[in-house]
């Protein structure tokens, strides 16, 4: 995909996760679009550092992750600015788009499932399992180590 491609879809996206967020959750309208477009912004540092040819060997989502992290915190002047801004956006709002790709991008690969037959349901089900068990297991420690709990 070209990059200009892909950053039509990012922008594209991030107004459906606006209207989302407006619908779903009565956030404003304004409020939502300034919120993503900070998303949409790190998202392009993210996949630009990604296209760089000494850095290309990882993936995007990586570079994306690491330039979040960055801007969220306090080496970055405007980390307040940013966290504060974007905290306007709801996580569903963003997962919503997120998972509608990610049914589309399964549906084209439907001759590749009907492949792996009934074996991918115990796989499925360890992996998720295993998921939650580590992820609860990792929270109930950080959280005991805290004090919260």
Not at 69 to 91: K, M
Not at 116 to 129: D, K, N, Q, T
């Amino acid at each position: 995909m070209k990059c200009l491609e892909t950053i039509f879809l990012l922008i594209l996206v991030a107004i459906i996760m606006a209207a989302g967020n407006t619908v779903g959750y009565k956030i404003d309208f304004m409020l939502s679009l300034q919120a993503l477009s900070i998303l949409v912004a790190i998202s392009i540092v993210g996949y630009l550092v990604g296209k760089i040819p000494l850095l290309n060997k990882f993936p995007v989502i990586l570079w994306v992750s690491v330039v979040a992290a960055v801007v969220s915190s306090p080496i970055f002047p405007y980390h307040e600015q940013v966290v504060s801004i974007t905290d306007q956006v709801s996580l569903l709002a963003v997962c919503t788009p997120v998972l509608a790709y990610a049914g589309l991008a399964i549906g084209k690969d439907l001759a590749l499932f009907k492949s792996i037959s009934w074996r991918i349901i115990p796989v499925s089900l360890a992996v998720f399992s295993g998921t939650f068990i580590f992820a609860a297991i990792i929270a109930q420690i950080t959280l005991h180590w805290e004090g919260v709990i």
